[in-house]
Structures are given as C-alpha cells and as structure tokens.
C-alpha cells in the first residue's frame, strides 16, 4: 500500500484518489464519548515493513480501520461518525465543483481484515456527508470530510476509535522524523504506475489490509520537492509529507483517506495526525516521492465553528 489514493489533476497529481473499482479509501474511526481510543487491544509490533510488498496486518491490529465502499470506492471514523479525505466522496465531475456523492450509494464496513469477506464485517449505510466547504480539487487543500453512520456502531477489540488530536504538543502537528503508521488495502506492487492503473483497469488492490511505518519529512524539504517538478503542485500549511528519500516504502492508489497514526509516548494512545490525500505521479515508493497528507490538528475545530446544525458531531473532533 502506498501512500496514495491518487485522483488525477490536469497536472498528473497523484491523489491518492479511490479506486473506481474495489477502490478502498481508509478512514478512521473517531471517539465519539467513548472512554477508550487508540488503545488497540493487540499490541502493534515495532518493526513494520512497507505496506508496497509489504506486511500483512492481524485483525485487531487497526481497530479504527475503515472502508467506505462508494459505488466501489472505500473508507470510516467512530460510533456515530467517520473521518477521511474529502477527495474520497466528492462526486466526479467534468466541473470543478464540489459536491458529495449520493448517500445511497456510500456503505461502511468496519471491523474488516481481508476485502473478500465484507459479509463478515460491520456494515452501515450513511445518513449525511459533509465535504470541506474550503476543499480545494486543484491543489486537494482542506482535504477532510465526515460521514454520519444512520446507525451506531458497537465498540469491541476490532471496532474502536482513533484518539484525535487533544493535548498541546497533540495540537502542534507531527514533527520531522516522528514516526507513524497508515493502514490501507491499496496497491501493493511497487513496479505499477497509476497511470497503468487507470489505463488498464486492472485489479492491484490487497484482499489483506496492509501497514507500513513512516517518518515525517521536513515541511520545506518536501514543498522543494514538489515545487521542483514540472506540473503545479502546492504543499499548502494544511498538509505534512511522509515518507523515505530513497523510496522504497509509501501509501498509494486505494489508499487515500487512511489515517496517519501517532502514539502518543506519555498515554500510549494512537492518535490520527493525517489523513492520505495525495502524491506524486510516479511510481508509488519511488525515490524522492512522499506521500502528502491532510494535517488533522489544523482541524480539531472544524465541524463545531463551520456546521451549526451538525449537533453532537461538534464534539467528535474535540472529545
């Protein structure tokens, strides 16, 4: 899995864009009054390979895993709600307007290990979608969006939130070199392009949910390097890059919306720094590529100060 769910720009931008088939965008499941998040009941081992021909991961080892399947595209967040990328549910439009995809069409499934065995998993249809109402498709700035369950979700070892930013040095963002982990069912060859992936229309995505451990990457170091290729590509101060100089590890198509964990090393809880949004066009894992994500501590705040009438989810993003 690289560090992509890449929806293609004018440009070629890799956003790690949903798959169109069997696409799994992650999220991640949200506290929503729950006493306990970012404690999975499994403890995550502490040498983890690249989810590109990397490391199968146990069930239970991401509880707040989710995929949202919408018209075969994926991702989740709490018991009421689900946190991803905007890029994810944002209708696909010859315009560049942003509107949500059809509620009707979105399906969560929670608690999933392998794809192939969705009619194990909890599953739950959508009551309400919201985009952010700044997300930009150009250069995928503000790219977050929730998505209200119509039916709560029961915690338990393999359904449990992910701790949300909280604490002062949690509200600082990640800092370079900070070590995190991002789950996915996206590309796991190293050797496809995603142009070969639309072109061809042929099925790369991993049945097994997949992990890898990521370091962060200086915020100037990786505006450098996008700014230095052909193409517009903008690193705004709403996003943070992950990854490894010489490649080799990374998120990629079908993995977009995944949250980018932190554990927090005085309680030990994993807490959702990133989300996947986008990344370069070239080969997933490839040498001076990193994987752009979504900075969620510039958000705590979001839904209570942007959407009156969402109730009690003002307080998903600050509980």
């Not at 075969?72 to 990328?85: H, M, Q």
């Not at 604490?167 to 590309?187: C, D, K, R, S, T």
Request: proline share 7%.
């Amino acid at each position: 899995m690289q560090a992509s769910d890449w929806p293609l720009s004018s440009s070629q931008k890799s956003n790690r864009l949903p798959l169109f088939q069997e696409g799994k965008p992650l999220v991640t499941v949200l506290p929503f009054f729950s006493p306990v998040c970012g404690r999975p009941a499994r403890p995550l081992p502490g040498i983890i390979k690249r989810i590109i021909g990397g490391r199968n991961a146990e069930p239970g080892f991401f509880p707040w895993q989710a995929l949202i399947v919408v018209e075969d595209i994926g991702a989740l967040l709490s018991d009421s709600w689900v946190l991803t990328a905007a890029h994810v549910l944002r209708s696909q439009r010859r315009d560049k307007t942003v509107i949500p995809v059809s509620k009707e069409h979105v399906t969560v499934y929670l608690a999933l290990h392998d794809v192939r065995n969705k009619m194990e998993a909890v599953n739950r249809t959508v009551e309400k979608i919201i985009l952010h109402e700044e997300f930009d498709i150009q250069n995928y700035n503000h790219d977050i969006a929730l998505v209200k369950l119509k039916e709560k979700v029961t915690m338990g070892n393999y359904v449990m939130p992910v701790c949300l930013p909280q604490f002062e040095h949690e509200l600082e963002g990640p800092h370079p070199n900070m070590l995190g982990l991002v789950a996915g069912w996206g590309i796991s060859n190293p050797n496809i392009t995603v142009d070969e992936i639309i072109s061809s229309g042929m099925r790369t995505l991993s049945d097994i949910l997949q992990y890898v451990k990521l370091p962060v990457v200086l915020h100037a170091e990786c505006k450098t390097s996008y700014e230095s290729r052909s193409g517009n590509y903008s690193v705004t101060e709403n996003m943070f890059c992950a990854g490894y100089y010489e490649g080799g590890k990374d998120t990629c198509l079908g993995d977009s919306g995944g949250a980018f964990v932190i554990q927090d090393p005085g309680t030990r809880r994993w807490v959702a720094q990133g989300l996947v949004s986008w990344g370069g066009p070239e080969e997933c894992g490839s040498k001076q590529v990193y994987g752009v994500y979504t900075k969620v501590s510039n958000y705590v705040d979001w839904p209570s100060t942007s959407f009156v009438s969402l109730g009690p989810a003002s307080l998903l993003l600050c509980s």
